[in-house]
């Protein structure tokens, strides 16, 4: 399948106010297209990672479940940090992942959130735009990367999606000694303002050109971050990158990205 045409764009617009209803409705429908997707497909397919193993990550006074894909040979690894009302078992990271792992690169698919967490927030919705949280549970997983043996001293890579994003920016600024390089896609980099000025490492922000309220979002936060950037738009994507040919677009963007910065 060709790529669709894409743009860099390196500038800033003023951003206007934004219903957060519509943003927290398109990503429960994602966590349910989720569910009715992983119910239909043979879950070998989707999980189709050579090397790969499950693992229980100490954090939050209890754990969160990863899935961890080790190449036999890589000096870096990609940690997908999903949005709110998603998990590990997001068909779209999961595809970037795929194609991270089939260039070389280890993989670290994780759920945000220990199940009592979990349940809680789904009563609730208490942790959902609770960002600082969420940058501290990505530390405690780069933490347990860094001492663990066949992942210590890889050079670590951020995707975050949606609301992970701000948890990624967040993330990168507290342990930028590991992470070497950022990518958020449809993410919500405004949820960690005060964060991005202090970001060191190269970070790449991917939007769908139809999806305008999230782009925004995005040119403001790019004008902020003062280290390597770049803004790299989908045409005709909408926030979940469903339209044929998009999420591959996403997935070749972030490779050359991480290959450029990580390799």
Not at 41 to 65: F, M, Y
Not at 70 to 94: C, E, Y
Not at 134 to 163: C, H, M, Q, Y
Not at 255 to 260: D, E, G, R, S, V
Request: with cysteine; hydrophobic share 45%.
């Amino acid at each position: 399948m060709g790529l669709r045409p894409f743009y860099l764009a390196l500038y800033s617009v003023p951003t206007n106010g934004v219903d957060e209803q519509i943003l927290l409705e398109l990503e429960a429908l994602e966590y349910e297209m989720e569910k009715l997707k992983m119910s239909k497909r043979d879950k070998s397919n989707v999980l189709s990672i050579v090397n790969k193993s499950h693992v229980l990550i100490p954090a939050g006074g209890s754990h969160v479940k990863g899935d961890l894909a080790l190449p036999k040979v890589s000096t870096a690894l990609v940690m997908f940090i999903h949005g709110n009302g998603s998990s590990r078992l997001s068909p779209r990271n999961q595809f970037v992942a795929r194609t991270l792992f089939e260039s070389g690169f280890a993989t670290l698919l994780v759920d945000l959130l220990t199940p009592e967490e979990d349940q809680l927030e789904r009563k609730t919705g208490e942790i959902r735009f609770d960002s600082e949280m969420l940058g501290d549970r990505v530390v405690e997983i780069i933490d347990w990367l860094s001492v663990r043996p066949n992942t210590e001293g890889l050079k670590i890579g951020l995707f975050g999606a949606s609301t992970g994003a701000a948890a990624a920016i967040l993330a990168a600024t507290r342990r930028d000694k590991w992470v070497n390089a950022v990518v958020s896609r449809g993410g919500r980099p405004d949820l960690a303002l005060e964060a991005l000025p202090t970001l060191s490492s190269p970070t790449l922000l991917i939007v769908g050109g139809q999806d305008q309220q999230v782009a925004e979002f995005n040119q403001q936060a790019l004008a902020l971050i003062t280290c390597t950037k770049a803004l790299a738009t989908v045409a005709g994507a909408t926030h979940l990158f469903e339209e044929p040919g998009a999420i591959e677009e996403v997935a070749e963007l972030t490779k050359a990205w991480f290959t450029k910065y990580l390799k």
